[in-house]
């Protein structure tokens, strides 16, 4: 990021969080039970819905050879939105289509869905960390040059924080902890059973699929205040 | 609600809560900072989009002297999910078809959409208590008879729970108060900025639109432990 891109998304997150606080209401102004002043603020992205694959199934659906072009990056060092999109079908017969690729290639084929799109497609996601995929549904995947069907890799990804080991000494939370997320505003609410990712190949940002963005009104660029 | 019914009722939502607590994660066994022993629990309902609409707009919509039909009863007195469907506009050009008008005829049209229909339609949805609606974004609404283009009218409706004075009283809330609302589970939430309204004309329900219900995994049925 540039400096002139970093102050612009400072600026504007600033704004929005004094918008915010001023439209709080009479609730927020009483003393919380947690201590406003060692808040631990961490960024927030929302995911949309995404695939993760191996390189066996991005070759079946795009092409024998075929390389993912990048979208954009990620906040995850190596991480990538690709240009490549995919549609998947549930059992309902209902499709969704333009679900974006995430790169590079994995060792698993995972789908990353929220609990309105699994209603949509007739499947009963099961709340999953990464890569946790034992007993999740199946899911059809087209791409332009052919379509896998996936005998299992549909989940709702677990809320989860990615941190580097500093970040989690100096905000006092350790890899595996289980914490809640609390997002003021007048559609505020608290996240509970959010995990703490911690790894130095990691970058500091809170995972959250569109379900809780929209239910709690927030975008990428907001900042949630985590509650150990 | 006939014995047997009421039994059914009671035991699928016993075994859904032992589910979900059996499911909860470490963070949930840990004391919450509220008292337990004292949990006021209010039965849910999960509000899809639906319309409220002046009889004037109704013969607009439907034709001269129509009347709605009932298609379901609703928790409140004299309330009701009409067979009448519309569909809705927004500025995007996209459209929102089924949604469900709400009866009996009101003194105010209102169109009550979550925040994700409001980006699909191109609206910036504003959290509004029911009839405060001025400077709420206009919407188009077309039925059989007619389309009826209102000036205002589109809103993302404030969580709020209903209940009598006898209710309140029992569970030492007042009308008007802005309280917390917590939904256990792996999808754990705490939901700020409920509002309680009291009326002896009401029956004792929560209501919340599909975007909180998404977020939390919950449906019509569970219960919300009130944090006031």
């Given at each position: 990021?540039t400096?002139q891109?970093?102050?612009?998304?400072i600026s504007?997150?600033?704004?929005?969080r004094?918008?915010?606080?001023?439209?709080e209401s009479d609730?927020?102004?009483?003393p919380?039970s947690?201590n406003?002043?060692?808040k631990v603020?961490?960024?927030?992205s929302?995911?949309?819905?995404h695939?993760?694959?191996?390189?066996?199934?991005?070759?079946?659906?795009?092409g024998?050879?075929h390389d993912l072009?990048?979208?954009?990056k990620?906040?995850q060092?190596?991480?990538?939105?690709?240009?490549e999109?995919?549609?998947?079908?549930?059992?309902?017969?209902?499709?969704?289509?333009?679900?974006?690729?995430?790169?590079?290639?994995?060792?698993f084929?995972?789908?990353?869905?929220?609990r309105s799109?699994?209603m949509?497609?007739?499947?009963?996601?099961?709340?999953?960390?990464t890569?946790d995929?034992?007993?999740s549904?199946?899911?059809t995947v087209?791409?332009?040059?052919?379509?896998?069907?996936?005998?299992?890799?549909a989940i709702c990804?677990?809320r989860h924080?990615?941190?580097?080991g500093e970040?989690?000494?100096?905000?006092?939370l350790?890899?595996?902890?289980?914490?809640?997320?609390?997002?003021?505003?007048e559609?505020?609410?608290i996240?509970?059973?959010?995990?703490?990712?911690v790894s130095?190949?990691f970058a500091l940002d809170?995972?959250?699929?569109?379900d809780?963005?929209?239910?709690?009104?927030i975008?990428?660029?907001?900042?949630?205040?985590?509650?150990p």
């Amino acid at each position: 990021m540039t400096d002139q891109a970093s102050i612009t998304r400072i600026s504007d997150e600033i704004a929005k969080r004094v918008k915010s606080r001023l439209s709080e209401s009479d609730s927020l102004s009483n003393p919380p039970s947690f201590n406003p002043r060692e808040k631990v603020l961490i960024p927030v992205s929302v995911s949309g819905r995404h695939i993760h694959m191996t390189r066996e199934v991005l070759e079946s659906l795009f092409g024998k050879g075929h390389d993912l072009g990048i979208y954009r990056k990620l906040s995850q060092p190596g991480e990538f939105a690709a240009t490549e999109q995919v549609t998947v079908v549930g059992p309902s017969g209902r499709a969704i289509e333009k679900v974006r690729v995430l790169g590079p290639p994995r060792k698993f084929t995972q789908v990353e869905l929220s609990r309105s799109d699994g209603m949509r497609l007739g499947l009963e996601l099961p709340v999953r960390r990464t890569g946790d995929l034992s007993g999740s549904p199946g899911i059809t995947v087209i791409g332009p040059a052919g379509t896998v069907v996936l005998s299992h890799g549909a989940i709702c990804a677990t809320r989860h924080v990615h941190m580097t080991g500093e970040d989690a000494r100096a905000f006092g939370l350790r890899d595996g902890q289980i914490v809640r997320a609390r997002f003021a505003g007048e559609r505020g609410v608290i996240l509970e059973n959010v995990l703490i990712r911690v790894s130095d190949r990691f970058a500091l940002d809170f995972h959250l699929d569109t379900d809780d963005s929209n239910s709690a009104g927030i975008d990428t660029g907001c900042f949630a205040e985590i509650i150990p």
